[in-house]
């Protein structure tokens, strides 16, 4: 039903990130914020698509953020870089959503709430780290890729299902040898994203552990984090709750810690 042949002419078609977003990003690197902030605003869907991930309610700005210099002032370097690679993996989202129930909307609030939560994360774990923080931008791609997959295979996958309550990753792993984090792994790479942005995806998946404790804790606050938010009530109803199997031993050790982040940060 879905061969690797189909995966690699998925990628294939996967375009490399334009040219304003990699100068962009570059800038970002290097630290140049406002530098960076002038080649954005050049770019009116991505000022747009800044504009509304950081004025949603989830960040909690009290007033309306409008320029691109003024939003990444507040995000600051490594929280612009987010955002930007954000922005390039709405280009992959499809026009119409068949196999989930979301809307574009609806995927923009998920990528906001992943970013403001993971960075809530990051800040309780004293982590400041570029690359870890751009983390967190890949892990909708493999939701994107899930629907690309599967949304043409409904019938199929409701047969398969019909035996065995199977998740959209395991499905995908027994049919092509890959999964999803695998898949999204490839797009770090065709967008020329760091070793340590792999890594940290596989860990992510909660089946890869890492030898390198950091990584491999990491791996775990997303994790828990992406089923934390995929079991909320408006994700739930787009049937993310189908898309991967929760790994509970993998992340009991930071559980309750989790929890506390999360009550007293919402």
């Known amino acids: 039903m879905i061969t690797k042949d189909e995966i690699d002419n998925f990628i294939d078609k996967i375009p ?8 962009t990003i570059r800038l970002l ?19 747009m698509y800044l504009k509304n991930l950081v004025n949603k309610a989830v960040f909690g700005f009290k007033h309306e953020v409008s320029e ?12 612009s870089q987010q955002a930007v690679y954000n922005y390039m993996l709405t280009l ?23 970013s403001a939560n993971y960075n809530k994360i990051l800040k309780h ?37 019909a035996t065995k309550p199977l998740d959209y990753n395991t499905i995908l792993k027994r049919l092509s040898g890959m999964d999803l984090f695998d898949i999204c792994i490839k797009i770090a790479n065709k967008w020329e994203m760091s070793d340590k942005v792999s890594e940290i995806l596989q860990t992510a998946s909660g089946v890869k552990p890492s030898e390198n404790k950091d990584i491999n804790l990491i791996g775990k606050w997303i994790h828990l984090l992406l089923f934390y938010e995929l079991s909320q009530p408006m994700f739930i109803e787009a049937g993310l709750n189908q898309f991967l199997d929760f790994q509970v031993d993998f992340v009991e050790d930071i559980y309750e810690d989790f929890l506390k982040i999360m009550k007293v940060e919402s």
């Open 16 to 23: 490399p990130a334009p040219k304003a977003l990699k100068e």
């Open 29 to 47: 690197v290097d630290g140049e914020l406002m530098k960076a902030a002038k080649i954005a605003e050049t770019e009116l869907p991505l000022k």
């Open 68 to 79: 691109v210099s003024q939003i990444f002032g507040i995000l600051g370097v490594s929280g």
């Open 92 to 114: 992959l989202s499809p026009d119409e959503w068949i196999l989930f129930n979301l809307t574009e909307k609806t995927f923009y609030e998920l990528q906001a709430r992943l």
């Open 125 to 161: 774990l004293n982590i400041v780290d570029r690359d870890i923080q751009s983390a967190i931008s890949l892990i909708p791609a493999s939701i994107i890729v899930t629907e690309a997959f599967f949304k043409n295979h409904i019938k199929d996958i409701e047969i398969i299902r």
